[in-house]
């Protein structure tokens, strides 16, 4: 932005405080065919109060112009490294065609939360008075999107070769586990404007954010996956605003009125724990499913959590913000978690729509390792048995459906704190009927707001009440296959998405690919 | 948790682009730590963290925009304070 | 976080109520110390059927039934627990008639037999 012409005289050059305060702030105006406060009408619903808007403090202070100039920039080096990876068949370099799984992982479940992060910064912008909140909102729609379509392109080359990826925006929808994020997200769209900002631009991009694209990118890294490694960063550059909308956005709100801090704590405190409730996704996926490990979930939780989250809330301690209510058991429960999760899809890997494998030797011992006082306590004995299962072509398989939390729609696979060999399981009565958690931390959230959670769309009891089949089945038809139409509904082709990575298509494939005979296959379980 | 230390950090990605920046980082800010991870570089220093846009200029002999990190900015744990000169990352406590 | 919510027909949707299952209620199972089952199954039960049935016609046809320790249940010595309290099952009486009504969570407990290897799992 330097001017090297000599010849005329000096201008003034707007600095930028100055530049920003013009282009965006100034161009702000009260409204005088209508009331503000019919303009924005959503302001009133949750008792927060805001006294000041110009008290938004914007610390990038991105112009629009400014803004596409470096989206393009960062665009313009994605797509080079795409077209490469996609010329020179990049998906070939992948440690092991495993890897891949996390990537189904990835499409099916986070792709269309940040499209519908996208949906929900569009709105929130809309509902916001103050200028310097309502850009970043905008900016942060307009990033969600350009992740959606990096994600979708960066992960449609691997579409051309391995199965599960062809259509994540029906299983989303509909699979199982899916819900769970999903169901996530339809929570905070459906919240009031302050709740979505504390859910999403706080407790998901700020407090939460590292444990979901660290693990996932630095697993890209680790396993050769370049395509992903670069979306990844080029996406993380667009975390760091969303991450500071964050902070700004809860500091804001509690300088804004002392009135304000019971609400926020209480946002907090639900979506924390909506947000951990999630990511057993990712704790899986690090410890049992990249075939070159990067770090535990355990040592995850412990950096990205505890010690970042410990700076953040000592700072935030000033406005008489605590630490979320149960972090502590977030911290025990990090011992378990992983391993709760991946028995979850080994339980029913025949309605998935990815592959999962047993660990190998190499595998437990690091897994040994990095949870010396619960791994081979817990569960090294059950995957010996699975083991032993397989080698008599008994695979286990859990052919039942499974009892769903009401809120965060896990299946209750977590266990008692004192016991990790007893189910937890929490349960209330509301208007007539019962209802069922996984822990107090969802049972917490049901409870204050109950209405909200009674309409819960949990694919257990969907499936039950026959609201899983495509149109036109006919249940009362001779040869009708339940368990085949619920496949159907989900768009999972049994044989081909489902089942152990051992006996695959997407093994046959690699090794066929890589060359690989039977004897020197590089990994077997 | 008030005796865990109250780091800040940034992190950024592992390319040409960013070899000044983090050069600068280290000068201006003789308590950080630099962690080299897979294709990217995390700084840590304790509570604070300046980026002297000068500091940048003088490494690379040419003039800078300091909002360019945008591009290449990872990730990063603090209150930000930008102007046209420099980008301080700190925690008040 | 207090909302002001109009009660009408729609609203709240209840998506779980009784009659959205065509005649049959849900029950939850879950078995401790066995979490190789990872998590309690959902049955779909009809609501006069009788905790005999459950057991004898129901239960073998389950995932539970995959368990080593499956066979070597002593069905006399069972303890169970309907809500997290102990709870004394009538054989010959309907679900619903003890209290077992939809989307009621049973556990069960099998004294001496602690799964795979007496590791819980």
Known sequence: MTNFATSKPPVHKMNLKEKYGLMTRDLAWETSYQPMDKVFDQLGLEGIKIHDWDKWEDPFRLTMDAYWKY?????????????????????????????????????????PAEYNAHRLFAMLGRQFPGAGAAIACQMQAADELRHVQTQIHSISQYNKYFNGLGDHRVMNDRLWYLSTPKSFFEDAISSGPFEQMIAISFALEYLLTNLVFMPFMSGAAYNGDMATVTFGFSSQSDEAR??????????????????????????????????????????????????????????????????????????????????????????????????????????????????????????????????????????RPRIEHYRELEAQGKRYYNDNLPMLCQVCQVALISTKMDDPTKISHRELDHDGEKYHFCSDGCRDIFQAQPDKY???????????????????????????????????YFHVTPGQDNMDYKGSVDERNWNEWKGFTKDSETKSS | MSE??????????????????????????????????????????????????????????????????????????????ETDDEMILHWNR | METITKKSEHFPLVRDRLKNFHGKQVLYVSWDHHTMICAPIALLVEPDMTFGELVQQILPGTAFAKHPDYSRIDWAKVEWLSSDHPFIPRPSTALLAQGLGHKSFVRMRTPGLNGIAGTGC
């Open chain 1, 242 to 379: 969303h991450m500071t909308l964050g902070l700004e956005c809860i500091k804001f709100v509690l300088e804004q009125d002392p009135g304000n801090l019971e609400i926020i704590q209480g946002y907090l405190d639900k979506w924390f724990w909506r947000g951990y409730k999630v990511l057993g996704l990712v704790a899986m996926m690090l410890d049992y499913m990249l075939p070159k490990k990067v770090m535990s979930w355990k040592e995850a939780w412990q950096i990205y959590f505890v010690q970042n989250g410990g700076s953040l809330f000592n700072d935030l301690s000033r406005y008489g913000l605590r630490l979320p209510k149960y972090w502590e058991q977030t911290v025990a429960e990090a011992e378990h978690l992983s391993h709760q999760v991946w028995n979850n899809f080994y339980n029913f890997t025949g309605a998935a729509a990815m592959h999962v494998w047993l660990p190998s030797d190499e595998d437990m011992e690091w897994l040994s390792a990095k949870y010396p006082d619960t791994f081979d306590k817990h569960y």
């Open chain 1, 454 to 488: 009674v309409s819960a769309w949990l694919p257990a009891h969907q499936i039950m009440q026959g609201n899983c089949f495509e149109p036109g089945v006919d249940p009362e038809a001779s040869g009708f296959d339940a368990m085949a139409e619920v496949m159907k």
């Open chain 1, 71 to 111: 989206q393009a920039e960062k665009e313009r080096k994605l797509y080079a490294v795409l077209d490469a990876f996609q010329q020179n068949n990049g998906q070939m370099n992948i440690s092991d065609a495993r890897y891949v799984n996390t990537l189904k992982l990835f499409l099916t479940g986070i792709t």
């Open chain 2, 4 to 81: 865990i230390q109250s780091t800040v950090f940034m992190a950024l990605q592992t390319n040409d682009d960013t070899r000044p920046i983090i050069e600068a980082l280290e000068r201006d800010n003789p308590t950080a730590v630099v962690n080299y991870l897979p294709a990217m570089v995390k700084i840590d220093a304790p509570g604070r963290l300046v980026l002297k846009r000068s500091t940048v200029e003088e490494i690379m002999g040419m003039a800078w925009d300091l909002q360019s990190i945008n591009i290449n900015l990872i990730s990063l744990s603090g209150n930000v304070e």
